[in-house]
């Protein structure tokens, strides 16, 4: 009697489905995601239980960090070229065509309009070393009201987002609320983290 | 694609021409494949950031625009520092001698929430006055504006917060410590 021989299966595998939808997951989150900017500073936001989304584009950020520095920031390249131009025209600095595009590519900065022009000639890797003193925004001196209303002159559509940082202090932010206020920003929007909803009775 | 190639089997058979395989190792590729789609997976935000929408009042361009609020309306949070909140009914005129008890309340669930969860209920009318201390923090503005979400108490302002108040609050913060 011939030996009962156990048939023998290919241990070859046919991947082909997996890898398709590997391929597919790739392309799907190399196309939805987008970088991240680069962070100069770093905040880390309150928890709030709201639950409204930020919106994509047209957003001017005010950022406020826990040493007190207040940041700005613009998302829109096109809104940022001709933000420049008016604040050249307005404080008459001018900026050369290379300045400008850097200044386009810039997500936040936190320097005085004087020290800006150095600034935005420096190297990108020097960039990050200098020290940013924040935007000023004491009465005498009032940049943040400046840049706040000519980015809204610049971009009639943009919408204001503070974002504050935990441990900042409220003479900060209530100073650039008073800011907003001023150059008739009355609707505007904090950045939060998530947080859950607590049940009312 | 993407498999273990096989060796051996085809040994002792008559030598003929050596067929290439069609066949051609995809494991490299696949590799790079996994590593791109981790690295998207971890690198990508989808979570966009949540954001509080507030409405300021418009400042009024002179005295006779505003409205005055009655005292019996009125509920006033004090926000001061070490994360501490006090509040008060009514209004604080030092000029009419009316001087508000101010009570200690805290971040919990049974603080300041079911106070003003319980005020805005007897009273649909109530304003809520908001007034941060320059000791207090960001986030207590935040929590605050946060507990009006919840209650959804729909009257309530940011106000600067006076003297008067400011002495108010102080007492009150030496009188908690004792």
């Known amino acids: 009697m011939p030996k009962v021989k156990p ?16 391929f597919l997951l790739v392309t799907f989150f190399m196309l939805i995601s987008k970088f991240a900017p680069e962070e100069v500073l770093v905040v880390d936001t ?45 404080y008459g600095v001018g900026f050369t065509q290379p300045e400008k595009d850097v200044f386009a590519s810039l997500a936040s900065f936190g320097v005085p309009i004087s020290q800006l022009k150095s600034y ?16 000023p925004i004491d009465s005498a001196r009032n940049e943040l009201g ?29 100073r650039v609320i008073e800011i907003l206020q001023d150059k008739n920003v009355n609707r505007f929007n904090l950045v939060t983290d998530m947080e859950v909803k607590p049940v009312i009775k | 694609m993407a498999e273990i190639q096989q060796s051996g089997g085809d040994e002792g058979g008559k030598k003929r021409a050596k067929k290439g395989s069609t ?7 696949v590799d790079l494949g996994f590593l791109l789609l981790t690295f998207f997976v971890m690198t990508t935000t989808l979570a966009k950031p949540q954001i509080m929408e507030i409405n300021m009042p418009v400042k009024p361009k002179n005295e006779v625009e505003q409205n005055e609020l009655k005292a019996s309306n009125a509920f006033t949070v004090l926000l001061g520092a070490d994360n501490r909140i006090f509040y008060y009914r009514g209004l604080h005129q030092p000029n009419v001698g009316a001087i508000p008890t101010v009570e200690e309340s805290n971040w919990s669930a049974n603080g300041i929430r079911k106070t003003v969860l319980e005020a805005t209920r007897a009273n649909p009318n109530l304003v809520v006055l908001i007034k941060a201390d320059e000791t207090s923090s960001y986030k207590n503005l935040v929590d605050i504006l946060d507990e009006m979400a919840i209650t959804s108490t729909q009257k309530y302002a940011i106000v600067e917060l006076d003297n008067a108040d400011a002495t108010l609050l102080r007492n009150a913060e030496k009188g908690g410590a004792q």
């Not at chain 1, 935005?120 to 935007?135: H, R, S, T, Y």
């Not at chain 1, 919408?159 to 441990?167: E, F, P, R, S």
């Not at chain 2, 066949?23 to 590729?29: A, L």
């Open chain 2, 23 to 29: 066949k051609v190792d995809m494991t490299p590729m």
């Open chain 1, 146 to 174: 400046d840049w706040v209303q000519l980015a809204r002159y610049s971009n009639p559509q943009s919408i204001v987002a503070i974002k504050g940082d935990q441990t900042a202090g409220y003479p900060v932010a209530g």
């Open chain 1, 120 to 135: 935005l000639a420096l190297k990108p890797e020097d960039q990050k070393k200098v020290n940013q003193p924040g935007i």
């Open chain 1, 7 to 22: 048939h023998r299966t290919s241990p070859s595998l046919d991947m082909t489905p997996m890898v398709d939808l590997a």
């Open chain 1, 46 to 90: 309150p928890s709030a239980t709201t639950e409204i989304k930020a919106p994509d584009a047209n957003v001017i950020t005010i950022s406020i960090g826990n040493d007190e520095r207040v940041f700005f920031g613009v998302d829109d390249k096109a809104t940022k070229l001709r933000l420049i131009d008016k604040i050249s025209e307005k």
